[in-house]
């Protein structure tokens, strides 16, 4: 763990002090699971079910906030066991899928997800002749219902191949409507108006938050930071976490602090848990 300034480590500090009152935000592909090559493998980290469940006991909440459908972030992350195990201390477990666009808790256990963007049918049908042409044939296309998303991480020269790949995504994905997220090794296609962001802000208006941590790792989590500084200009105790790798460190200058991958994160957490329990012993 590495404090990005002095002003990071004192915002931990006024983050634990605030930390009853505190909600939890983390993402779940390169900050609770490892980035792997096959996504349908990523699985949440071993010890995250037990670190979240103990950091529930010292925080308002705790959410998960993925690009990932709600449903797939479920099984993969195991997280209605988690859930459990947090709503035994009286507290809730959030899940925020698809950027914001599906929602469910530990509380209210049904997926609440509205319908697919208008226009993206007719992307999808329109992706295998652009993939042809631009020698990505081969990437593999997941649908997630509300969005798409091209794969490069399989192609032999993944990197070379999302170059090429990403600015004509944009421009179809602009005829249509749609936006364009582009993270590691993966362009998501999606409707307007809805991110991670907007996410955050919700969760500190409803839980009338005091203070608000989110850790990510890539482009994607960045409405999210921005959106946690907007608390912070608003006077709520705030700490900004990006879990680093070999492979993505596009939000350090963004953090005030940087972990190393998903066992990073963890190890911050479990230092939050004791540190906040300490304070209120």
């Not at 208006?205 to 608003?234: C, M, Q, S, T």
């Amino acid at each position: 763990m590495e404090f990005t300034s002095a002003e990071g480590e004192q915002r931990y500090a006024g983050l634990v002090r605030a930390a009853a009152e505190s909600v939890v935000g983390l993402d779940f592909d390169g900050t609770l699971s490892p980035i792997v090559d096959d996504p349908t493998r990523a699985h949440i980290h071993p010890e995250a079910g037990r670190v979240l469940a103990a950091l529930a006991e010292q925080v308002r909440a705790v959410a998960v906030i993925t690009g990932r459908p709600a449903r797939q972030a479920l099984d993969l992350g195991g997280l209605e066991a988690v859930g459990n195990a947090i709503g035994d201390s009286g507290k809730d477990l959030y899940l925020f899928g698809q950027y914001g666009n599906e929602r469910w808790s530990s509380t209210n256990r049904r997926v609440i997800s509205p319908r697919p963007p208008h226009g993206l049918a007719t992307f999808e049908r329109e992706l295998p002749r652009m993939l042809k042409r631009l020698e990505a044939g081969e990437a593999w296309i997941e649908d997630k219902g509300l969005a798409v998303a091209v794969h490069t991480r399989r192609l032999p020269d993944a990197d070379a191949a999302f170059d090429r790949l990403l600015p004509a995504m944009r421009e179809l994905a602009a005829r249509h409507d749609l936006v364009v997220e582009p993270g590691k090794a993966v362009i998501e296609v999606r409707s307007a108006g809805v991110h991670k962001g907007q996410v955050v802000h919700t969760l500190a208006d409803e839980l009338e938050a005091g203070g608000f941590l989110f850790a990510g790792d890539d482009l994607g989590d960045l409405e999210a930071f921005d959106a946690v500084a907007e608390l912070r200009a608003r006077g709520l105790a705030t700490l900004l976490v990006c879990s680093s790798s070999d492979e993505e460190s596009a939000l350090v200058a963004h953090s005030d602090v940087v972990v190393d991958g998903p066992e990073g994160v963890l190890d911050l957490l479990e230092l939050l848990t004791v540190d906040a329990a300490g304070l209120r012993a």
